[in-house]
């Protein structure tokens, strides 16, 4: 079917004139339209910008101009990535009517790749947590079971791909925001390296030294697809990281025989659902047959939960408590209790924090010098219920209030490429996803790993029941 087709296949098909942008968008957006009552993935669907964008994409192919590598495919982008034209709100109600004048960088470097963008797919407020609802659009259901939550904050991204509206979606990763809905909704979630994608502007931080943006996608050649595209310094965003020569898709066939791979199933700290530790440890032990020297391992790093929650509250708080009491009734109330959690950290407290952090990256880089690859699981609990608060309580233990999503957040403090795969399906057809930590910069590392484990275990095949 056409909606299943990977990106790649769309754009070399509208190349060799054998497929027409036209017809892919009206596929995709039927499908929208089948799909999206009951999955709540698209906040904003630009049914009628998309159709005149694919019928310009028509006309630059009968025209044999230059074709970008995007050309005709279709894309969502999560509605805290400013969108030029295109209602944009971050799931604020305070941003209900909001029209950016300008698009995010990385979404103007797909729209010049020739992708069509399809809508706005839904987040919690402003990213501020790792599932997806906000008072402004409501909840989003996971595709597999929709009595359960995708997980998010990109969970609408996630949803859209792994449902067949379209085969690349754009989101962002504070905490784990693209790599959680990823495992949860068993498709392919990349993190890059921080600054490899410049940010611009954007709506206030809460994430400050720690977002990235990057691709939620059904093949791993996809992603990199995306990478090629939205990848590179721009001085709009000083932090930014200067183009690397050669290309990620090249990099999905680099060698990973010889690899030195590291697998913990808890990290030392964690408390984790034991279907997810097997799910995730069987992938895991996929390295060894693919040429990889595995060793099971303890970092034995501290748990960043305290100084990573000190740090983020208090730029929440920096960032929106200007709107407290006046806006509250308007706001999520896990925001608001965010926000004044925030309130309470001190100059002393957000420094501290901050040099904690640094203590914690000397670590893990120390760790890494020994290997190439980190593997654990991506999310330590299998989807729980939609609308519902995370559990506070993990294989008979009690569990701290991001004790769910331990193997993420570490990473934004870090800044290191990460990627899910889907590692496997529980009985009961749930995703459970393993997530590739790679060193410092090295994307093209963990995309070779990703792709080589999707060849030895193909997963774009298994589809929700829709």
């Known amino acids: 079917m056409l909606i299943w087709q990977s990106a790649l296949e769309i754009s070399g098909l509208v190349r060799a004139k054998k497929l027409s942008p036209i017809e892919v968008t009206d596929a995709v957006?039927?499908?929208?339209?089948?799909?999206?009552?009951?999955?709540?993935?698209?906040?904003?669907?630009?049914?009628?910008?998309?159709?005149?964008?694919?019928?310009?994409?028509?006309?630059?192919?009968?025209?044999?101009?230059?074709?970008?590598?995007?050309?005709?495919?279709?894309?969502s982008i999560k509605d805290v990535l400013f969108t030029r034209g295109l209602t944009t709100t971050g799931g604020s109600r305070l941003f209900a009517d909001y029209v950016p004048e300008e698009d995010a960088i990385a979404v103007a470097r797909l729209k010049a790749a020739g992708a069509l963008v399809l809508g706005k797919t839904n987040t919690s407020e402003f990213g501020h947590k790792a599932v997806t609802e906000n008072p402004l659009f409501d909840v989003t259901r996971s595709p597999w079971n929709p009595e359960l939550t995708p997980g998010g904050s990109s969970g609408g991204a996630a949803v859209a791909v792994a449902s067949g509206c379209g085969?690349?979606?754009?989101?962002?990763?504070?905490?784990?925001?693209?790599?959680?809905?990823?495992?949860?909704?068993?498709?392919?979630?990349?993190k890059p390296s921080?600054?490899?994608?410049?940010?611009?502007?954007?709506?206030?931080?809460?994430?400050?030294?720690?977002?990235?943006?990057?691709?939620?996608?059904?093949?791993?050649?996809?992603?990199?697809?995306?990478?090629?595209?939205?990848?590179?310094?721009?001085?709009?965003?000083?932090?930014?990281?200067?183009?690397?020569?050669?290309?990620?898709?090249?990099?999905?066939?680099g060698r990973v025989k010889g690899l030195n791979v590291a697998w913990t199933s808890d990290l030392g700290y964690a408390r984790v659902d034991p279907?997810?530790?097997?799910?995730?440890?069987?992938?895991?032990?996929?390295?060894?047959?693919?040429?990889?020297?595995?060793?099971?391992?303890?970092?034995?790093?501290?748990?960043?939960?305290?100084?990573?929650?000190?740090?983020?509250?208090?730029?929440?708080?920096?960032?929106?408590?200007d709107r407290l009491p006046e806006a509250?009734?308007?706001?999520?109330?896990?925001?608001?209790?965010?926000i004044r959690r925030g309130g309470a950290v001190t100059a002393r407290d957000y420094l501290r924090a901050r040099e904690r952090a640094d203590a914690y990256w000397r670590e893990v880089h120390a760790f890494l010098e020994r290997f190439d690859l980190l593997l654990m699981p991506t999310v330590a609990v299998l989807p729980f219920a939609a609308g519902q608060a995370p559990p506070r309580e993990i294989a008979g233990?009690?569990?701290?209030?991001?004790?769910?999503?331990?193997?993420?957040?570490?990473?934004?403090?870090?800044?290191?490429?990460?990627?899910?795969?889907?590692?496997?399906?529980?009985?009961?057809?749930?995703?459970?996803?393993?997530?590739?930590?790679?060193?410092?910069?090295?994307?093209?590392?963990?995309?070779?790993?990703?792709?080589?484990?999707?060849?030895?275990?193909?997963?774009?095949?298994?589809r929700p029941a829709l």
């Not at 040429?291 to 000190?310: A, I, K, L, M, Q």
């Not at 934004?412 to 910069?441: C, E, F, K, Y």
């Open 167 to 190: 085969p690349l979606a754009l989101g962002t990763d504070g905490g784990g925001s693209i790599r959680i809905p990823a495992a949860f909704c068993g498709v392919y979630g990349f």
């Open 194 to 253: 921080y600054g490899r994608v410049p940010e611009g502007r954007g709506f206030p931080g809460g994430f400050a030294g720690v977002s990235h943006v990057g691709p939620i996608t059904r093949t791993v050649r996809d992603a990199a697809l995306v990478l090629d595209v939205i990848a590179g310094g721009d001085d709009r965003d000083r932090h930014s990281l200067p183009r690397e020569a050669g290309s990620y898709l090249e990099a999905c066939d």
């Open 275 to 321: 279907r997810v530790v097997e799910l995730a440890g069987d992938a895991a032990a996929e390295f060894e047959s693919l040429g990889c020297h595995v060793e099971v391992v303890n970092p034995g790093w501290e748990d960043p939960e305290e100084f990573f929650g000190t740090m983020i509250a208090a730029q929440f708080y920096a960032a929106w408590s």
């Open 29 to 75: 957006l039927s499908r929208i339209d089948a799909v999206n009552p009951t999955l709540n993935a698209f906040c904003v669907v630009a049914a009628e910008q998309a159709r005149a964008a694919a019928r310009e994409a028509e006309i630059a192919v009968t025209k044999g101009e230059p074709l970008g590598p995007l050309h005709g495919v279709p894309v």
């Open 397 to 462: 233990e009690p569990a701290s209030p991001l004790g769910w999503m331990p193997f993420t957040f570490p990473f934004n403090l870090t800044g290191q490429p990460a990627a899910s795969v889907p590692a496997g399906w529980t009985d009961d057809g749930l995703p459970v996803g393993l997530q590739i930590v790679g060193r410092r910069h090295a994307d093209a590392t963990v995309l070779a790993a990703s792709a080589a484990f999707e060849e030895a275990r193909p997963w774009s095949e298994r």
């Open 328 to 338: 509250e009734a308007l706001m999520d109330p896990t925001l608001v209790k965010f």
